[in-house]
């Protein structure tokens, strides 16, 4: 059974950072492109960042860019999203998804994504 399992979500100040993890379990992440999403209450889910199956582009919404990074680690089978410089905007439940392609769209359409995780809180506030 192909599972994810986020994790690294906190209640966290302006300024400060967080690091999201996400591990997949019965396949192998590295076959997969991998994307993480968020969603905030009332609002649509929205696509934050991507990376390649073979890892060799990386996508960023504009809304997030120079403050998120993502990475892999295959032999941990973890996928991460490093969050700098938090902002109350930043306060969603973000999710990891996956898709046996290899591509990245700045797009970040989640219908093309069939492997979800359950998500983790992060919250943003003084």
């Known amino acids: 059974q192909l599972q994810f399992v986020e994790s690294g979500g906190d209640l966290a100040q302006p300024g400060g950072s967080l690091r999201l993890s996400c591990t997949a379990s019965?396949?192998?992440?590295?076959?997969?492109?991998v994307a993480w999403f968020r969603q905030a209450p009332g609002k649509e889910r929205e696509g934050v960042s991507c990376i390649t199956r073979s890892a060799g582009n990386t996508v960023y919404a504009d809304s997030v860019k120079g403050r998120f990074t993502m990475s892999r680690d295959i032999a941990k089978n973890t996928a991460y999203l490093q969050i700098r410089s938090l902002k109350p905007e930043d306060t969603a439940t973000y999710y990891c998804?996956?898709?046996?392609?290899?591509?990245?769209?700045?797009?970040?359409?989640?219908?093309?994504?069939?492997?979800w995780g359950q998500g983790t809180q992060v919250t943003v506030s003084s």
């Open positions: 998804a996956a898709e046996a392609f290899n591509r990245c769209s700045s797009e970040f359409r989640a219908s093309a994504y069939g492997y």
């Open positions: 019965g396949f192998n992440l590295g076959r997969y492109s």
